[in-house]
């Protein structure tokens, strides 16, 4: 990091997400992604006069779950607010969001470390908010898609608690997939479920006092918000060296130019004129309610991590990798469950697995063959009826046709052969056609073992058992290596 010692940055992330719920928050319009423009709209979500707004209780179970799963205190009385500001894909010219009093208040994610004890990071709050239409605009004309407006975004603000662009990263990354593993969100940044709004400020290291800050908008994608953090902490580190004065600004990311750029203070100088949203009374959300949803709470990642450091044998990088995702840690427990070796099971979900679905452009579960299939190619392997490359063949070979182990190994002609029978006959075969380097081998050139072997599994199509092989092939150079009857001096002559 280019930030000199003498400074220290003080980041503070803001994240919507949108909830994966069936209906939009205050209509019955479906909540999809894609529909053909202005395709998922009534008189609610599209801001006519005298419509009334009705809240979906989904939205409440949902927000409550991520709030249990960050350890947040769940507001027994909420509100919503009005925040008034005029654009084209707002048409009732206010948000209805909650300002004074949100659902959730406090909480905190925790960072893995390594082996090191996790890195708490301190959340303000969460709060529920309708988002606004699509603005789309053409060389003649601009035009709004209203098919977003009044979806469900659920907005989590951390403390400014993170201290560089790589940690703002990680809690990211970790956000995303608890809400991942909570089927709250899909967590997709390029379509927009995901976005993330940076504030960045920097001050001498030892200050109590925050900087003035910038707030960083359009960050679509991490490696966009790691650069842009990085690129503001040194701006504003190359500013105040020079004797200069942070302003307090709100800045778009520029990926093509690298930059953090300055909007226009007309864009940002909002007075929302936040107050009540009459239309909608203060939101209960009954105790009995969040004992419910705690109870059926699914594990988060930080769980999971912990339950894999605690009960398998595993290093810190391949807990990491293997709980990341969900349904990637699933699929590695179903293998383990059908009696592959945690081992075993780790390694081929963290390599093959993991290689074909992301190669393939199918979800997870599509992509790959159900894990109880895995599993029995594995055991294949370990009974030695097909090789380890067999394996990754045939695997290859079932996310592709789905069909089971067995069959595929058949299919492909991948069984190992153990037999010594077949074995030695090919052995037979190699040794005589290269009978030159068996006498260099003789002669002492004793790395010329591993060709013979290469030679007798490329005979037997990489089928042979590579144990028996060896074992074979030692005997019979041994043999040739003893004298024959016809190379001994004649007796009595
Ligand atoms: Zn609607």
Redesign the pocket.
Known sequence: MAISDAYEAVIGLEVHTQLLTRS?I????ANEFGAAPNH???????GMPGVLPVFNRRVLELTIRVGLATHSQISERSIFARKNYFYPDLPKGYQISQYERPLCVGGYIELPTGNGAPRRIQLARIHLEEDAGKNIHRPTASLVDFNR??TPLLEIVSEPELRSAEEATAYLRELRSILRYLEVSDGNMEEGSFRCDANVSVRPCGATELGAKTEIKNLNSFKFVEKAIKHEIERQTAVLKAGGKIMQETHLWDPERGETRPMRSKEYAHDYRYFPEPDLPELYVPPELVEQIRAQAPEVPAARRARYARDLSLSAYEIDVLTQEREVGDYFEAMVAAGIETKAAANWTMTEVLRASNESTETFSNAVPPPAQTAALLKLVAQNEISLNAAKTAFAAMCKSGQDAATTVKALGLAQVSDEATISQVCDQVLSAEADKVAQFHAGREKLFGFFVGQVVKAMKGNANPKVVNEVLKRKLAMAGRPSPSDLPSSGA
Not at 26 to 29: L, R
Not at 40 to 46: D, I, S
Request: contains cysteine; positive net charge; hydrophobic residues 30%.
């Open positions: 939009k205050f209509c019955g319009c998922n709209v009534c008189p609610v979500c599209m407006s009044g």
